[in-house]
Structures are given as structure tokens and as C-alpha cells.
């Protein structure tokens, strides 16, 4: 049963693509709150993207279910905004068309210029405002991506999902992007789920970091919970005494320890395994 | 001459291309004068009766030379839209005919390709049922129709309209379809999570996504329905550019064979540059 104050839960989730191969991920099972940031790590293949996607409502689970605000995710809604991996505009509409076609999809009954006025403010919230009026295809992978982001933000949903929104950035517009989207969600208190594959960008963005073991059989391994203080600010980050407790985890079982559960779970002794709960660079490990 | 650019280098060397093969054509046609051996032992009276002179005759090519094409060419285009009844009508008016017919064909074309290419383009299960049909279909001739067409319908013109109408359709339905199911998958996610209205889908995602393929369908074929149209209008007869095309040929006029045939180039072109300038407007970087 489904407690009130739990935002988006997801209950033993599995999926496999063949029947008779062995799932990509199964017994999923974690609980994000309203206002938090999420990131999920873990190598290519474990199933990270369609996890987002059966939020998302794009995708159905072979197994399980997933619970938003007590309701099962049957289907896509414009409670859950989704930032693609490639940046997904329409690339015969200007910047500014890209965000309005949200908006108005959002808001059916608005008129024109209050659905203009709502769009450019997200754009300039993500410092566009100059290039409204330019196609995607004149604009670099990193204004495209920001694109991508506003129209997101600009229907205002209850939750958003990013799926690797960076992975093809260089990394000096990758930080400064991190750095808007970072002040953007403490400003709007919005509740993110993200796939990354930077470690530092999980360090950086998010209030919880949840690692899954290698696919097929993927499972959340641990929940890592960020120790490094809320006003966390790319600059500094790395001086932060927490910061290299926390990178050395995370780090370490990306290239260690990803591989074990796999091992035990296509054995099939992982039946109602719980992620383990862990806190780096803190005396007092919390376990579940 | 190096500063000049590819594009008006090109030109001049068309215009010299031009004025070769036109001296080509002046020289091949130029009446010959040849001396007449026969005339040396046969007899001079029947020489005479068969209106040659002694000695030399002006061989004529029957092809027409160019000072005669220029008059064809100055006749017909001072006076395109002149009607002296059935058989007698100017260029103009002609070309209007076949163009008309071209129209209303490709139209009604469109209107039947562009919603079911639609309808196949995304249901994979329409698309199963009906390519077998559209597979034997579009290898036929549209001439073939013509007998079937002339039977049920019983009308010669409307004949031609069917006819280009069932050969602009295959273009323009596979084009459509392809260009509809071919919508990059992200696109479509997007209006998902936006629960965008099947309504402004298909007409702001899926139309615009599609335009470019589509208007490469309509361009084929409005090409195949102007190569259609000539021999259409030759087999139907009545009015249009191959009927006088055929008409010339009955007359023995090869000047105005000729003429027509170079019409007929021209608006071809002029209708591809058309669909050129269209399929640009509606085509986007990705």
C-alpha cells in the first residue's frame, strides 16, 4: 500500500526484452521524496534508460509497478517532463516554437501571448533568451541541450527525468549547464530522477545516488546518500572534505563491485535483496 | 577568365554548346547541290518531267532547316491562345489543356495518396494489408488503364485526368507512408510525454517531419504525369500538347513536331523547378 508522504515509489520492477532470456534488470524496488534529487550510475546495458522510461510512461515493465503520488504510471503525462539524451527538438520549429508547443500542450486554454510570455521566461531561465528565434540546427549541442531543459521545466511538472542530458557535451559547457541546472532546482524545489554517467556530476547534483550492479540481472545495489553539505558549488566541490570519500565509492564499485551482484543474481540468491544504504565518509554507517 | 565563376562558366559553355549543335543542324539541313549523273545519259525530257534540270539539281533535306523552325517558332508564339476550331488551336491553349489535366489529375491524387499514405504510414497493419495491392499496382503502365477507363467512365478527357491520377498516386502514397513512419521515435516520445492530441500530432509533428519525403513523392510524380500526359492525349486525341504534337505529325509538319516537342521540355522544366522551390521551403536542417 502506498504511504502518503512517499512521491514516487517503485516496487519490484523487471524487465526482459526475450522471453526465456534472463531479465536486464529485475527486483527493483526504491522510493524517491518530493523535492529530491536523484541520480542512478551504473555501467551501459544494466537497464538505467528503461527504468527512466517506465516512469516516464513510455515503456511498460515486464514486472512490478511503479507508483507516482499513490497513482500507478500507466502511460506518458505532463506530470512527469522528460529531457531526452539527444535533445529531441522539432527541428523545423525556432527555439522559442520548440518551448510554446509545450507550453501549450500544458495549457490548452492560454492565448497566445501568455503562452509566449511563459515560454520566454524558461528560455531566459536558462540564459536563451537571445536565440528564440534560431532553428536547433543553428545552435551548438549545449544551447540545444538548455532547449531541451526549459521546455521541460516550462510545463511545470511534478517531476522531471533526465536521461544522460550532458553525455554529449564537452565538458566546460557540460559544467556550466550542471551549474544552471543546479540553482534551477533549488530554486523550483523540483523533484529530479537522472541517469548520468559521471560520477561528479552525481556528487555535485544530487541529494541521492542509487548504484546498480551490471546487466542482465541488474539490480540497485546500494543507495548512496550524499554526505557533502546542500550548497554544493562546482568550484569547490573537490575541497570538501567529504568529496573524496564519497568519489572513491562511488568509484570503487564501478569498477569493482558492479560485477558481484550480477554473479549471485543470475544464480538466483538474490531474491528479496534490499539495497544497502550507505553514507561515505561517515563514522556511523546506516544500514537497512 | 579564372575569376568567373563555376556557374557562369557553365552558362557560357552552354551558350557555345548551343550555337555547336545549331550549326550542326544548319549545315546537316542545308539544301545540297549535287550534279545529277543521271542527267548526263538518261533522257533530258523525262528530266524535265521529274522537275530536274540539266546537269545540277538543290537537293532538299526533308528535315526542316533553321530559318524554318524560326518561322514556326515566331508563328505559334505570336498568336499562342488562337482557336480556329477542332483542329486548330494555338500552343497556348493547348499547353493550357494538358496542364489542366495534369492538374486536376495530381490533385485528386493527393488528395487520395497524402491521408491513406498516412493511414499506412502509421499502422504497421494497414501497411501489411495493403502493400500487396500497391506492390502490383504501381509496376502498370498507366496507359493500360486506359481502355477500362475509356469503357467506364465513357468520357475521352476525363480518361486522361483518371490516367494521370493513377499514375501520380504510387509516388506520392509510398513517399507519404515512408515519410510517416519514418518519424525519428524521439519526436514522437516527446509529444507522448506531452500527451499532445492525435489531432495536432499528425498535423504539427508528423506532417512537418514528413513534408520533405512527401514533396520528393509529389515531385516524381508530377514528373511521371508530365511524361504521361503526351502519349495520353495522343492515344485520346481531342485537345492538349500531344494531341497537337500527334495532329503535326499527321500534317507532316516536323517544324512543329519539333516545336512542340521543345514545349513540352520547357514546362517539364518549369513544373520541376516549381516542385524544387517547394520541396525546399518545407525541408529543415536537423
Not at chain 1, 560485477?259 to 553514507?279: H, T
Request: net charge neutral; with cysteine.
Amino acid at each position: 500500500m502506498q504511504t502518503e508522504n512517499s512521491f514516487l515509489k517503485v516496487e519490484n520492477l523487471s524487465k526482459s526484452y526475450k522471453e526465456g532470456s534472463p531479465p536486464v534488470f529485475e527486483g527493483i524496488n526504491f522510493e524517491i521524496e518530493r523535492g529530491e534529487f536523484v541520480c542512478i550510475i551504473g555501467h551501459s546495458g544494466c537497464g538505467k534508460t528503461t527504468i527512466l522510461n517506465v516512469l516516464a510512461g513510455l515503456e511498460d515493465a515486464t514486472d512490478g509497478y511503479a507508483y507516482m503520488l499513490g497513482r500507478e504510471i500507466k502511460g506518458p503525462s505532463l506530470d512527469r517532463g522528460v529531457v531526452f539524451q539527444g535533445h529531441a527538438l522539432m527541428p523545423w520549429m525556432t527555439v522559442l516554437q520548440n518551448v510554446a508547443f509545450a507550453v501549450k500542450s500544458k495549457f490548452p486554454d492560454w492565448n497566445k501571448a501568455q503562452i509566449t510570455e511563459h515560454s520566454k521566461k524558461y528560455l531566459a531561465m536558462v540564459g536563451l533568451v537571445n536565440a528564440e528565434n534560431k532553428k536547433p540546427s543553428e545552435l551548438s549541442g549545449g544551447m540545444k541541450q538548455r532547449v531541451g531543459i526549459a521546455r521541460a521545466f516550462a510545463i511545470e511538472p511534478k517531476m522531471l527525468l533526465l536521461d544522460e542530458p550532458f553525455g554529449a557535451l564537452d565538458a566546460l559547457t557540460r559544467g556550466v549547464i550542471q551549474d544552471e541546472l543546479l540553482k534551477i532546482c533549488s530554486e523550483t524545489k523540483q523533484t529530479v530522477f537522472m541517469i548520468t554517467h559521471d560520477v561528479d556530476e552525481a556528487i555535485l547534483l544530487s541529494d541521492k545516488i542509487m548504484l546498480m550492479s551490471n546487466g542482465p540481472n541488474a539490480r540497485i545495489a546500494e543507495i548512496v546518500i550524499n554526505t557533502l553539505p546542500k550548497n554544493r558549488k562546482r568550484a569547490s566541490l573537490h575541497h570538501d572534505p567529504m568529496y573524496y570519500p564519497m568519489r572513491n565509492h562511488l568509484v570503487d564499485f564501478l569498477v569493482n563491485r558492479s560485477k558481484d551482484l550480477q554473479i549471485k543474481g543470475s544464480a538466483g540468491e538474490l531474491d528479496g535483496y534490499q539495497p544497502v544504504l550507505v553514507c561515505p565518509g561517515l563514522q556511523t554507517p546506516i544500514t537497512q | 577568365m579564372n575569376k568567373l565563376s563555376v556557374k557562369t562558366r557553365g552558362m557560357i559553355l552552354s551558350v557555345v554548346i548551343l550555337l555547336m549543335a545549331l550549326c550542326i543542324w544548319h549545315v546537316v539541313t542545308a539544301p545540297k547541290v549535287v550534279s545529277n549523273p543521271v542527267a548526263l545519259t538518261g533522257s533530258s525530257e523525262y528530266q524535265a518531267l521529274m522537275g530536274q534540270g540539266a546537269g545540277t539539281t538543290v537537293e532538299k533535306s526533308g528535315f526542316p532547316t533553321l530559318t524554318k523552325m524560326g518561322e514556326t517558332f515566331y508563328q505559334q508564339l505570336s498568336h499562342p491562345f488562337y482557336d480556329n476550331g477542332p483542329n486548330d488551336k494555338g500552343i497556348g491553349i493547348q499547353l493550357a489543356y494538358s496542364l489542366a489535366r495534369v492538374g486536376l489529375g495530381f490533385l485528386l491524387a493527393m488528395v487520395v495518396a497524402i491521408p491513406f499514405g498516412f493511414l499506412i504510414g502509421m499502422s504497421p497493419l494497414a501497411y501489411e494489408a495493403f502493400n500487396p495491392f500497391i506492390q502490383i499496382l504501381k509496376p502498370i503502365s498507366p496507359l493500360a488503364w486506359m481502355p477500362i477507363a475509356l469503357y467506364t467512365i465513357k468520357d475521352s478527357s476525363i480518361s486522361g485526368i483518371f490516367v494521370i491520377f493513377i499514375c501520380s498516386v504510387w509516388p506520392m502514397l509510398l513517399n507519404t507512408a515512408f515519410g510517416v513512419a519514418n518519424v525519428r521515435k524521439e519526436l514522437l516520445n516527446v509529444t507522448k510525454t506531452l500527451e499532445v492530441s492525435p489531432m495536432r500530432k499528425a498535423f504539427l509533428v508528423i506532417l512537418p517531419a514528413a513534408a520533405p519525403t512527401i514533396l520528393t513523392g509529389m515531385r516524381i510524380s508530377m514528373g511521371i504525369a508530365w511524361l504521361v500526359i503526351v502519349a495520353a492525349e495522343m492515344l485520346v486525341g481531342g485537345t492538349g500538347i500531344g494531341y497537337f504534337l500527334w495532329n503535326e505529325w499527321n500534317n507532316l509538319s516536323l517544324s512543329s513536331v519539333i516545336f512542340a516537342i521543345i514545349m513540352i521540355g520547357l514546362v517539364g522544366m518549369l513544373l520541376d523547378i516549381a516542385f524544387a522551390k517547394l520541396q525546399k521551403a518545407v525541408s529543415y536542417a536537423d
